[in-house]
């Protein structure tokens, strides 16, 4: 696999990364809170009850995506220098130590539960990847030419 020459260097996609996901995560969160808000509402106030929950989660949402980005693009970066290689097990590696940092604080069971699982949702994620690349750089197939009908034979 070649290198993704596109993305910015390894110091400069780390805060990259962070951005992208806190936004990700702060429009993700604005409408799920807003939506929770407004159910959870009394009828006259859904729209003030909709802002005022909104405005209460959606940056904390914001900032735990953004924790998890900033930290498995700094696990990235750091398993692309040791290995020297740019394949899917960096993000493997990278989800499987996220995960494990992130509940470090639960202890080591958690922690190591976590990180398998963040280390297998990548997986997934990678394999997917490479799967849909192999189907669409093959281009169409060619079909073999159908048989010519058979005709009977005059007697």
């Known amino acids: 696999m070649s290198a993704d020459h596109t993305r910015d260097p390894c110091p400069w996609v780390i805060l990259n990364d962070f951005g992208g996901a806190f936004a990700m995560g702060s429009v993700g969160g604005g409408i799920w809170y807003g939506i929770k808000g407004a159910r959870n509402a009394p009828r006259g106030d859904r729209f ?16 735990n995506f953004g924790i998890w980005g900033g930290m498995f693009s ?43 699982a ?30 010519a009908p058979m005709t009977p034979q005059p007697s």
């Open 48 to 63: 003030v009850g909709a802002i005022s929950s909104m405005k209460a989660r959606a940056p904390v949402t914001g900032g």
């Open 118 to 147: 963040c280390g297998i949702l990548l997986g997934v994620f990678e394999g997917v990847g490479v799967l849909l690349g192999r189907v669409f750089a093959e281009g169409p197939r060619q079909m073999a030419p159908l048989p």
């Open 74 to 116: 700094c696990f990235d970066c750091a398993i692309k220098g040791v290995r020297q290689k740019e394949d899917a097990w960096n993000a493997i590696m990278s989800g499987f130590m996220t995960g494990g940092c992130l509940a470090l604080r639960s202890g080591p069971k958690s922690a190591l539960s976590s990180a398998v």
